[in-house]
Structure formats: C-alpha cells, structure tokens
C-alpha cells in the first residue's frame, strides 16, 4: 500500500491507449491510492464512464457544465483536491492545450486550474509525437515542471513501429510511487544486467550470435532503476534504445562483456539475461574468407567463451548478493533450467521455453518460471515489461532495507524440486567444425 492515502486525479484523454487507463486505475488503487476520474469528450469514444466509474470506485466527471457535478464538486475542488494530477494517454491534442492554456472542457479546464503536479503518459502516432510543434509543447511542459513517463518505442494501433506507446500501466504507478518518494526501495542499491546477443567474429563480414532482441534485459535494466537502484546495463549489439535513467555499456563479444560486468563490480545484485555465445573462433579472419571451388567449408577452430553467470556467482568479497541467470530452453524448461542453477552456482534462474513456436526471441511476451533454492514460481504468460516489473519486485523484496528473506518473497504456489536427482550437463569442451 505504498500510496495509501494519496489522491489521484486521472484524465483520461482521447486516444486508443484510453483502454490502459482501466488497468492504470487498478494498479494505482491496490498500492491504497484513490482516484477520481475526468473522462474528456474524446476519452468517452475509447472507454465508458461506466466501466471507469466501476474500476475506481467513484464518480466520473465529464461535463464542465453539468449544474449537478459542478455544484457538488467543481472543476476548481477537482483541481486542488489532488495530490498528483496523471494525464494518461497524454494525446498530442490535449499536450498542446496544456502548453498554451486552453480550457475549453472540464479536463482542460481543471489543467489551467491547478497549481497541483502534473504527470502525463503522453501516446500518439511517432509521428505526431516528433512532430516539431508536439516536441516544442512539450518542451514547453517540461519547463514548467511537468514530469512524462514515455512514450514507449514499439508497435502502435496503425500497425507501424515506433516511439509512442502509452507506458504501461506498471510503469506509471512506479512513476507514481517515485514522485511520492516511496517508490524507492533500491535507493542507494547497484545492479549489474546484461541483455541483447554477443557478436563473435569470424571474419569482418560473418559472425557468431545467438537470438535476441535484447527486450527482456533491457526492460529488467529499466524496471530496475525505476525502482531508484544505480544500474548498469551491459548490452550486446540491439535495435534498441539506452533505456533513460542508468549507465548503458555497449559491447560486442562475450569477453568484451565479461570485462564490463568486472569494471561495474561491486553491485548488489547481477541479472544476467543476455543470450552469450558459447564459442568463438579462435584466430577470426583478417579479411572476408572467401569461397574455393570444390574445397567444401574453410574449418573453423572454437574455443569456449568465458562464463559470465558463473563467473560473477564464484564465491568472493566481490560477489553480488544475489545472482540471477536466465536459462533460453526449448525441451524440460524447469528440469533444464534447475541443473543451470546448480552448475552455475547463481541465487535465481529465470527459465523460459524460446521454442520456435512460443514466440519469445524477438517478442513482446515471455513465459517464465523463477527457480530458487524455495522451489519453481511459475508465472502465467506476461508482457516482457511486465515480467521486468515482477522480477524487480522480487529483488526490491531481497535487497531493501526491510525486506524479508528469498522464501518469504516468493509465493506460496511452488513445485518442489529435489536438487540430487538433476543430472548436471557435461561441459562444453573445445571443437573444430568444418570438413571431415
């Protein structure tokens, strides 16, 4: 209940995001926070009063002349009586009424009103949202001391890709819990996460890699310092953006990130999500190989890259407190991921079937169960921001001051396993590939 007590006043605006405004009020209110709805004209298209008013458990306001709701309430009571007024979806039509002051309905009306603070999830087009007049309002905003949560970068209604998404409601109730000061509970806590693939060269043209897109780390590293933790993020090569708010350190091979994680040591905590190569070549080409008629494929001399999960796991002064790996599985997902954990020696794995046909690398969803020495937690198919934000909640319930022990953060839900009956999986060993 970490926002017990505090008042909410939520504009809805007009936009196909106005559905993750139901969701929104939901998670505000569990964490003990009340809040009072304004429905704009374009708002009451995507989502009913009705449904809104069910959610939050109280009236919803619309009409800036209904005589009933003004001599009741009254734009300006609705104004002051907030303690953090949330704009979520922030439309770029209602960003440029709040920049210039225009009060032509309640909600804006009640914008001009207040000298309240201000949070908007803005969530348009990624065109409308670089469109110079929607970056100079919100420039202007900003200047003011209105604070934005996103937008996010990925797919939008019309079917395109791009800066624009509404954030997730999760990360606007953090969002929420951060202004208040009470979302902080990694304050003063350094993480380490590694994400994306690592590159290892075979000759300047072709390369080692496995298959990532680097969403998943890249969403623990943000949940994270959303959280108020100090976090460095080691990220193999991605499409993806630096997350805001943390140090990014951008390698290529795995020996480039092994060397990254040792200079960011000492941390409280390692997440280790990055999809590692195994093997590099020996002796990479200096030039592109090229093809010989009739002599088959040049052979390429492996050697086994470095183990970052079990190096960061070796017992030490200079160990994290808690080190989670990620075991990628296509077969016995749990029974595989356990023996990981095991052979490793980490705290947690994070194991996930990335079959063909789950749709995990290069996805927005993951499957994931989270294996302790408790047991397995099994978690139900999430968003990969959404799996961020539990395993965030997780560590938070670990590492802060007054968090309870490993076992007492997990669920009650747990399938017990029994550590002598996992076979440990030999250990990879040096190969060639190429002609018989």
């Known amino acids: 209940m970490t926002l017990l007590g505090k008042r909410i006043l939520l504009i809805i605006a007009g936009g196909i995001a106005a559905y993750k405004s139901l969701d929104l009020i939901r998670r505000l209110r569990e964490r003990g926070a009340s809040v009072r709805p304004i429905l704009t004209r374009a708002g009451q298209q995507f989502v009913t009063p009705l449904a809104v008013s069910a959610i939050a458990h109280q009236k919803v306001y619309t009409d800036i002349f209904s005589l009933t709701d003004e001599s009741e309430m009254g734009h300006l ?204 070549v020996d002796q990479p080409a200096r030039g592109k190989i090229k093809k010989v008629p009739g002599a088959g494929p040049p052979p390429l001399v492996l050697s086994e890259n470095p183990d970052i999960l079990q190096t960061l796991s070796e017992p030490g002064a200079r160990r994290p407190r808690l080190v989670i790996g990620f075991a990628a599985e296509t077969a016995q997902v749990v029974r595989n991921a356990a023996a990981k954990r095991l052979k490793k020696g980490c705290d947690w794995i994070v194991a996930n079937d990335v079959s063909p046909e789950a749709g995990t690398f290069g996805g927005d969803a993951n499957t994931v169960h989270l294996v302790t020495d408790a047991g397995v937690e099994d978690w139900p198919r999430l968003s990969k921001q959404e799996v961020a934000d539990r395993l965030a909640a997780r560590i938070a319930a670990v590492l802060a001051p007054d968090s309870q022990s490993d076992a007492a953060a997990m669920s009650s839900s747990k399938v017990a396993i029994k550590p002598s009956s996992l076979r440990r999986p030999a250990r990879p060993r040096r190969g060639v590939i190429g002609r018989a």
């Open 77 to 280: 009571r609705l104004a002051q009586e907030a303690d953090l007024i949330v704009v979520a979806p922030a439309t770029a039509d209602i960003l440029a009424k709040m920049a210039v002051g225009i009060a032509d309905e309640l909600a804006t009306t009640a914008l001009v009103a207040t000298d309240r603070p201000v949070l908007v999830a803005p969530a348009m087009n990624f065109r409308m949202w670089r469109h110079a007049a929607t970056v100079a309002n919100m420039a202007v905003l900003e200047a003011r001391g209105v604070r934005r949560i996103g937008p996010n970068s990925g797919a939008l209604a019309e079917g395109e890709s791009g800066p624009g998404r509404m954030a997730e409601p999760l990360e606007i109730a953090a969002a929420v819990e951060a202004f208040f000061g009470r979302g902080s509970p990694l304050a003063g806590r350094t993480a380490i996460v590694t994400s994306g693939p690592t590159h290892e060269a075979i000759d300047p043209v072709r390369y080692i890699a496995n298959r990532s897109s680097g969403k998943q780390g890249h969403a623990i590293a943000a949940a994270l310092a959303r959280l108020g933790a100090k976090v460095t993020l080691v990220s193999g090569p991605t499409a993806l953006p630096d997350p805001p708010g943390l140090t990014t350190i951008r390698i290529e091979s795995a020996r480039d990130m092994l060397a990254a994680c040792s200079s960011a040591l000492p941390a409280d905590v390692a997440v280790c999500a990055a999809a590692v190569a195994d093997w590099r």
